[in-house]
C-alpha cells in the first residue's frame, strides 16, 4: 500500500513519517553491503587488541618451553651420574669381589639301607677390602637337608709374611684333612672314618688365629696356623642307659656361645721339603662343659708325599692322617683315636685322547686310589670297654679337567665304630669353579 495509505490506518502513532523511498533505499544497502553495517562494531576491542593478546601467548609458550628443556638437562645430567656411579661400583666389586661355588651329588648303596642320592652345594666369596686385608667365605646352602650354615667366613689382616691376623669364622686347623675337605680336591667320595668320627669334619668355630709362612732355606719351609676358639662341647655325653653318638661330631659348637669361660687353643704347624714331602703336627686344648675344669686334649699328624723326578713314582701321592682326643672327667668316651693311609695313582693312555674321553680337554686323567683306615673310641658305654671300626675303599675317578671328578668307589666296612656298617658301592660328581 502506498504512504498515504499506511497513515490513514494508524501506523505512525507516535513515529514521524517515513516515505515509500527511505525503506526501499535502507533495504537495498543492507542487501547489497551487509559487512559496511558491522565493520566498525566486529573490529572494537574486548579488554585488550588480539595482536597482543597472540604475542604474550607466545612469550609464555617459549617461558614454559625453556623451563621443561632446562630440567630436562638437569635430569639427563643426574642420571649420568647415577650410571657412572653404578658402573664404577660394579667395576669395583668386580675387581675385588670373586664369587665362586662348588658342589657334589652322590649315589649311594649300602647292604643295609635303601638306596639314595646325597649332595651338597657351597657358595665361595672372597675379595679385598685393601691390598693388606682380605675376606673369605664358604657357605653351605643346605642341599639336601635345608639349613644353611657357614662353614667358614674370616677377615685377614696381611701383616708380614711371618705375621698375620684372622678372625671370624675359622676352619680348626686340626689334621690336614679339615683344612682341605673340599670334595672337587678329594680323590674318594667320602671323607675316611678318622676324620669324621675323631677329627669332626667339616669343623669350623668362632675366634681369633695368626698364621704365617717362614721360610727356613731354599728347599725347606714352614707354616703354622694358631687360633683361639669356643672349643668343642659335652655334648658327645650321652643320657644314662644310651649309647653315646659316635664322635665328637655333635660336640662342635654349631657356632652358638661358649658353654664355659675357658677358651680352647688349637694349632698347626707343616714342614714342607722340596714342594714334594709335607709333614703336619696339630694340637688341641679346652675346657668342654660348664661348671668344671676338665679337658679335652688332642694331638694329629699327617703326611703326604709326591715324589717328583722319578720315573716310577712321579704319578703317586700317598696321604697319611692320626688323629687322638683324651677326655677328663668322663668314661663315655675317655678317648678317641684313629688313622688312615690312602695312595692314589694317576695316569692317562694316550690312546684316548682322540676319543670322547679325551679329545677338547687339555690335560685328562684317571686315577686308581686305595684307602686303609682304623678308628676306635674306649667307653664304658660298650660291654667290651671300647669300640673298633676297620675301613678298606678301592676308588676310581675321571677328570677330564682338574675342577670337574667323576668317581667311583666301594668301601668294606667293619665293626662298631665306623661311619657306616656295611659294605656299599659309591659314585659320585663333583665340580669347583
Known sequence: MSALQLRSHGCNDGWPPISYEVVLAVLLICILYPSALFAQAANQPVGMPKEETI???????????????????????????????????????????????????????????????????????????????????????????????AEQAYVDLLLTQPFNIRAGILLVPFGKFNLDHFDPRRDLTRPPSVARLVTPTTWGDLG??????????????????????????????????????????????????????DKAIVGRGTLKFFDQYEIGLSGYRGDYKTGSQDLITGIAFDTEFRPRNITILENFVLRSEFARFDIQGTTTPSSLWGYYLQLTYRFW??????????????????????????????????????????????????????????????????GEFNQIASDGFLTSIAWIF
Not at 223 to 232: K, P
Not at 235 to 247: E, L, Q, T, V
Open 349 to 414: 693312555p694316550s690312546s684316548l685322547n682322540s676319543t670322547i674321553l679325551g679329545r677338547h680337554f687339555n690335560n685328562p686323567t684317571f686315577a686308581l686310589v686305595g684307602l686303609y683306615g682304623r678308628t676306635k673310641i674306649n667307653t664304658t658305654a660298650s660291654p667290651t670297654g671300647s669300640q673298633t671300626g676297620e675301613q678298606m675303599i678301592i676308588g676310581f675317578n675321571y677328570r677330564p679337567v682338574e675342577d670337574y671328578v667323576f668317581k667311583a668307589e666301594y668301601q668294606f666296612n667293619n
Open 208 to 261: 681369633f688365629g695368626a698364621f704365617g709362612f717362614l721360610p727356613i732355606s731354599e728347599n725347606v719351609k714352614a707354616t703354622y696356623d694358631i687360633q683361639v676358639i669356643n672349643g668343642l662341647t659335652d655334648k658327645f655325653i650321652a643320657a644314662p642307659g644310651n649309647i653315646p653318638d659316635p664322635g665328637l661330631q655333635s660336640a662342635r659348637t654349631g657356632l652358638n656361645p661358649d658353654n664355659n669361660g
Open 55 to 149: 604475542d604474550k601467548l607466545k612469550e609464555r609458550l617459549q617461558q614454559m618451553e625453556e623451563q621443561h628443556q632446562k630440567e630436562l638437562t638437569e635430569l639427563k645430567d643426574r642420571l649420568g651420574l647415577v650410571e657412572k656411579q653404578q658402573s664404577s661400583l660394579s667395576d669395583q666389586f668386580a675387581q675385588n669381589i670373586k664369587v665362586g661355588a662348588y658342589g657334589a651329588v652322590a649315589f649311594e648303596s649300602f647292604k643295609d639301607r635303601r638306596t639314595t642320592y646325597d649332595g651338597n652345594l657351597e657358595l665361595l666369596i672372597s675379595g679385598n677390602i685393601h691390598d693388606r686385608i682380605r675376606i673369605y667365605s664358604e657357605i653351605d646352602l643346605g642341599l639336601p637337608r635345608g639349613t644353611a650354615e
